[in-house]
């Protein structure tokens, strides 16, 4: 690794708060990045304190000022650069991701490249800010709207996704003419200074301001600061349901804008009319990928009756397929949760899921002795469940599957919807109707809805985002940039005289 931590300019010891080329001296605690790969120190950094905030939410102000009056498609360009310096990079980058959060080597590369396929759409999307022209109901006036930038965007980030969701919000807030200060997870200080000085290059090679990309390492109390800051235009928050309510509650009472990208619990209907090969991939690969650590991971399998003993069968097997290990090697399905602390949810997960009555028929555990040294290995396990029980409606973070019966189609989609999350869900029918129904008013109340295709992986360039407890957000491609940027309407008199509105008469 060492090569590849100085590839990405991290030391032993880190800055951690930057405004773009400069790293500011601060005095937070220390937040030291252990690897769950092998427990391994892989370095420190120095978290924000509170006057240092202040100086980069000042400078991010200033740079405001001048970026906004870059036009967009130059800005776009900068950010095509950024995809191209991503491009370059996506190898050691995609290790360092792998190494800090535990997800196997081919998650860390596709995370770079879901960083360098939001670059090229946000290029293009910089000539494409469009604003609608409407009628105007007065002779002779001209009415339209226009979308303009809102200032600083403060990003916070989850652990899960180091380094993409934070280029979700950047690339697209950037081509919008924002400026931004990111606050990554405690958990992956280093995945955030690596992509900071990525990006502090190209900016500084086209003789970008400082603070148009700016970078804040810290707890929740670095997050709290950027929500109760006024000058903050929008908070864009990705992480826990409990994370979200806090910061929805405090940005909402200074009436700010928030784009909320919480907890999920997704699940997946198989039909009786399901090609069972395919659901099996779907199934395994969303269940286990990133050793359950998706906010899409899929966690609830609800299996029609006449199938469901068949299909179980097929995921005990391929579950005693699956290869536990060091991510970094390709040969591993599986890598370990992010620290030992997560180790311990996921085991209080299974006890409370067998006191509500589970029973298990892949038992799950926690791993010991050679190459899991870490302590944060463990086994994704397979349990029965009723869909009503506390344990099913909650969302735990590691790789715990739930199985469910159904006899007709509307009862499995209720019970898909009868959590209080709304991420990702699917189906997997051969049958029209079923696929339909699914995707219809009645069907499914989430933000994503698949047909034979499982709950996680979703391309950039859809709306990302989920409904009810997963805070209604939605990032990333489709029109999720208006988010970004606040709308003006513009009506213009070109006659000479000034009919009303509503036609009202008012002389003086
Ligand atoms: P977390 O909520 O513990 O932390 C997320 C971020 O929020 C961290 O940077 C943390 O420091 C910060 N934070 C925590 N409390 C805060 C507060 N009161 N004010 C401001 N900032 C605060 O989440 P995590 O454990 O890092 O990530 C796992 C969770 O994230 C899961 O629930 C997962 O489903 C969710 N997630 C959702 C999406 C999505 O797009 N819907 C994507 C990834 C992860």
């Avoid at 001209?142 to 916070?156: C, D, N």
Wanted: net charge neutral.
């Amino acid at each position: 690794m060492k090569d590849i931590l100085e590839q990405l300019h991290i030391t032993a010891n880190n800055k951690g708060v930057s405004t773009g080329r400069q790293w500011l001296e601060s005095s937070g605690e220390t937040i030291s990045s252990f690897s769950p790969v092998n427990g391994k120190l892989i370095g420190s950094v120095q978290a924000c304190d509170a006057v240092t905030y202040r100086q980069v939410a000042a400078r991010a102000q200033d740079a405001f000022v001048q970026w906004r009056t870059v036009s967009a498609p130059r800005r776009g360009e900068i950010v095509r650069q950024i995809g191209g310096e991503l491009r370059r990079k996506k190898e050691p980058l995609g290790k360092l991701v792998s190494y800090e959060m535990g997800k196997s080597l081919q998650e860390g590369l596709g995370e770079v490249q879901e960083m360098i396929d939001i670059c090229d759409f946000a290029v293009g999307l910089s000539r494409q800010l469009y604003g609608l022209t409407m009628q105007s109901e007065r002779p002779n006036h001209r009415m339209y709207e226009q979308w303009h930038p809102l200032g600083v965007v403060g990003i916070i980030s989850a652990f899960n996704f180091p380094v993409a969701v934070w280029s979700w919000n950047a690339a697209i807030a950037w081509v919008c003419g924002n400026v931004c200060i990111w606050k990554p997870s405690e958990k992956t200080p280093l995945c955030a200074i690596a992509c900071q000085h990525i990006v502090a290059e190209v900016f500084e090679r086209n003789d970008i301001p400082e603070g148009v990309s700016c970078l804040i390492n810290g707890y929740r109390d670095a997050g709290e600061w950027l929500c109760n800051d006024e000058h903050v235009a929008l908070i864009s928050a990705t992480g826990s349901t409990r994370m979200g309510k806090a910061v929805a509650a405090s940005v909402a009472a200074r009436l700010g804008k928030t784009i909320l990208e919480l907890g999920g619990n997704n699940a997946i209907i198989i039909s009786k009319e399901a090609d069972l090969d395919m659901a099996l991939i779907g199934c395994v690969f969303g269940a286990v990928g990133t050793a359950g650590q998706r906010c899409t991971t899929t966690r609830r399998l609800i299996i029609h009756t006449s199938v469901y003993d068949s299909f179980k069968q097929k995921i005990i097997n391929a579950y005693q397929q699956l290869r536990i290990g060091n991510p970094l090697d390709a040969a591993n399905h599986v890598g370990p949760l992010i620290d030992k602390g997560a180790v311990e949810m996921y085991q209080q997960a299974i006890e409370a899921c067998k006191q509500q009555g589970g029973s298990f028929v892949v038992e799950g555990g926690v791993l010991q002795g050679e190459g899991y040294q870490s302590g944060c290995y463990v086994k994704p396990c397979v349990a029965e469940v009723q869909s009503n029980w506390p344990i099913v409606q909650h969302e735990t973070f590691a790789p715990i599957l739930y199985l469910m019966k159904y006899d007709n189609i509307e009862d499995a989609i209720a019970m898909q919807n009868s959590v209080p999350q709304g991420l990702s869900s699917s189906i997997f029918t051969l049958n029209m109707r079923e696929a339909e129904l699914f995707l219809s008013n009645r069907g499914s109340d989430c933000g994503i809805a698949n047909v034979n295709i499982g709950t996680s992986g979703a391309e950039i360039g859809g709306a990302f985002g989920g409904e009810k407890e997963t805070g209604g957000g939605r990032e990333s491609g489709s029109d999720a940039w208006k988010a970004y940027m606040r709308r003006q309407t513009n009506t213009i008199n070109w006659g000479n005289d000034l009919p009303l509105a509503q036609g009202i008469k008012f002389t003086v």
